[in-house]
């Protein structure tokens, strides 16, 4: 059963064309992740949704946005893309309580290519 | 700034062999710990996780937690080839994880 679900799973676009990758999960989190990773690198938080607080990571660029319309959806808007911006881009979901927060479980990633 | 460090390895045991994944952390006030298993060119998956000191078994893996210490550990009992990926260590905050930059695994036949 998919629990964590991310479409498109491969995403060419052109250079400074907008382009909006989705991520949908069965599991009722209420916490909701997007991460950049590139080869051979540590996944890289750009932000987060915490219910419907979003929080941004400090180094994440402007050039990027995210909307979470309910709690099952999330959206990450790359708003002009870069050929830097090529990368495997990594949803992932939480249940978080006030004092501990559980697993996070990743779904399959997007693979974004910038010609 | 929280830490988490990992040998990047490569990690090289022999089929058959434990294979022992080491990874320290930097804020004492973490409370959940995380094995990620990533195959290349795939995401990240969660393995085990880990709250309490001492030792986790599930199956062939063990997780080991030592908080005075400030480290976790992966213990993977007859390696297998299709065990070679590379392993991420995560450690909560308050609402993400902070990811090590993994250690690569290698299982030879």
């Known amino acids: 059963d998919a629990m964590v679900i991310q479409n498109p799973r491969y995403q060419v676009t052109q250079f400074g064309k907008p382009v909006t990758l989705s991520c949908s999960q069965t599991?009722?989190?209420?916490?909701m992740y997007w991460y950049q990773q590139k080869s051979s690198q540590a996944p890289k938080l750009l932000f987060h949704y915490y219910d419907k607080d979003f929080n941004n990571e400090a180094d994440t660029p402007d050039n990027f946005q995210s909307r979470r319309p309910n709690t099952s959806f999330c959206f990450l808007d790359i708003r002009s893309p870069g050929l830097g911006d090529a990368a495997m881009y990594l949803c992932a979901t939480s249940r978080a309580g006030r004092l501990q927060l559980y697993e996070q479980y990743f779904g399959p990633g997007t693979r974004l290519t910038v010609t | 700034q929280k830490e988490v460090e990992q040998n990047s390895g490569p990690l090289s045991v022999p089929e058959g062999a434990i294979a022992s994944l080491n990874c320290t952390y930097s804020d004492r006030g973490s409370q959940s710990f995380f094995w990620y298993r990533q195959y290349s060119g795939k995401s990240p998956e969660l393995i085990m996780f880990i709250y309490s000191n001492g030792d986790k078994e599930d199956g062939r893996f063990t997780a080991q937690l030592n908080k005075a210490s400030q480290y976790v550990s992966l213990l993977i009992r007859d390696s297998q080839p299709s065990d070679s990926a590379t392993y991420l260590c995560a450690v909560n905050g308050y609402s993400t994880l902070t990811f090590g930059k993994g250690t690569m695994l290698l299982v030879s036949p």
């Open positions: 599991l009722n989190h209420n916490v």
